[in-house]
Structures are given as structure tokens and as C-alpha cells.
């Protein structure tokens, strides 16, 4: 299958401070991508759609503001986390559709964001 | 918006048993149905997936069935092995629109038992 990379893995940082995450299909054109947050024994809330060259379309409820989102070509999309705060503590995992893969969805590795 | 269902919530099995995770959803234009297996703190892996023109899909131990007049479809896992132990989680989405965005179940977490 199609391989997503997404770095970092983990990060901690203090409050007010701004943290971006790197999403990247490293074997097929990801026309699409998708921002997901998954807190501990919860299911993947979706945060965001992405397509490359054009604004992300956000979910209800998603601080556009806070949760900036860029996917500037067909193989990266970054999510940057900005003024983060305790309570934007998650696991935030990312994944990506297009060219041969466009039916099937594959998940970056996540990356688990602590704010102290 | 779509809704998915999912349950149930925790599932316990001995070892060689079988398995049944089930899901239903709302939108009846909903046409593809996946299922990921997602590890502690690991990225889900897809581990089936089914089309609504077909009812059921099976690969070695993992079927998958669909009954789309009902809006349901299930998981179905033979011979459970420890190494199944894992959160599953269900989805639907409706291809071809909405840049095929899942929707996904609340997730169950199996608990095989050497």
C-alpha cells in the first residue's frame, strides 16, 4: 500500500507557544488530505480536508485561527497548532488519498502533542 | 451529516474463538465501507474494506458483510489470536463527493485471550 510519513512523532512544547506538523505521501500524488484528532480511547474526530492548492475546508467547531493548515503541493500537507494550550494536547494523526490510492485512505504515523 | 455506530464498545475472547464487531450508519448514499485496525499509539491500518454493490468481502481469517436496506454492516473475525488484540474501527464514506471523507465508528477494543 501507499506510504504516509508525518513528523514529528511527538513534541512537547510550552503554552503560547506554535507547533507545525509535516504530513507527506512519499510513493503517490496526495490530491487529498485529511486532519484528524484522536484523544486517548476515542475514535478520529476529523479536523480538516485538504487539497493541494486550495484553502482547507473545515469541520464544524474547528478553530480555523488555531488549527492553519497548508498543503502547498500534491505531496505535503502541514497543520500548524498555533498559541497551543494544554487543552490542544492530543494525538493528531494525518492521512491521504490520490493517483492510484484515490479509493483507499492510508494513515500517517500520528504525532502526540503534549503543551505543558 | 453521516453518523456511524459502532458496537460494541468492548469485546473479550478466548483464543480460537470468533469475533463480531458491528456498525450502522445514516446516510444511504454512503458507498464504501472500510475497516482499520489501530495498535496503542500506532497509525490505523486498513484492514478490509467493502462497496456497496457487494455484500460480502472475505480475505483469509476477516469478512466483511453488508446489508445496505438495513444500513448495517459487520466485522467478522475467525480463529482470534492474541495479536488481534487491538482497537477496530469502522467507517463509511460516500466516494466520489466530499473528496471521500470517512466518517468513523466510536471504535471497539477486541481483547483476545491467550
Known amino acids: 500500500g501507499a506510504v504516509v510519513s508525518q513528523h514529528p512523532s511527538w513534541v512537547i512544547c510550552k503554552s503560547g507557544t506554535s507547533v507545525k506538523i509535516e504530513c507527506r505521501s512519499l510513493?503517490?500524488?496526495?490530491?487529498?488530505m485529511f486532519w484528524y484528532r484522536q484523544f486517548p480511547k476515542q475514535s478520529l474526530m476529523l479536523m480538516a480536508t485538504?487539497?493541494?492548492?486550495?484553502?482547507?475546508?473545515?469541520e464544524q467547531g474547528v478553530e480555523k485561527d488555531k488549527f492553519l493548515i497548508n498543503h502547498a503541493s500534491l505531496t505535503l500537507s502541514t497543520l500548524t497548532v498555533t498559541s497551543a494550550h494544554p487543552e490542544d494536547s492530543s494525538f493528531y494523526i494525518c492521512?491521504?488519498?490520490?493517483?492510484?490510492?484515490?479509493?483507499?485512505?492510508?494513515f500517517g504515523s500520528g504525532t502526540q502533542l503534549s503543551v505543558l | 451529516g453521516e453518523n456511524v455506530e459502532q458496537h460494541p464498545s468492548t469485546l473479550s475472547v478466548q483464543e480460537g474463538d470468533s469475533a463480531v464487531i458491528k456498525c450502522t450508519y445514516s446516510?444511504?448514499?454512503?458507498?464504501?465501507f472500510p475497516w482499520y485496525k489501530q495498535e496503542l499509539g500506532k497509525r490505523p491500518q486498513l484492514i478490509i474494506d467493502i462497496r456497496s454493490n457487494v455484500g460480502e468481502k472475505k480475505d483469509q481469517r476477516i469478512a466483511v458483510t453488508l446489508n445496505k436496506t438495513a444500513k448495517h454492516f459487520s466485522l467478522h473475525i475467525t480463529e482470534t489470536q492474541p495479536e488481534d488484540s487491538a482497537v477496530y474501527f469502522c467507517a463509511a464514506s460516500i466516494q466520489g463527493t466530499s473528496y471521500g471523507k470517512l466518517t468513523f465508528g466510536q471504535g471497539t477494543i477486541l481483547t483476545v485471550h491467550p
Open positions: 510513493d503517490f500524488q496526495a490530491t487529498t
Open positions: 446516510d444511504s448514499a454512503s458507498n464504501y
Open positions: 492521512s491521504a488519498r490520490g493517483g492510484a490510492y484515490n479509493e483507499k485512505l492510508f
Open positions: 485538504s487539497n493541494e492548492g486550495s484553502k482547507a475546508t473545515y
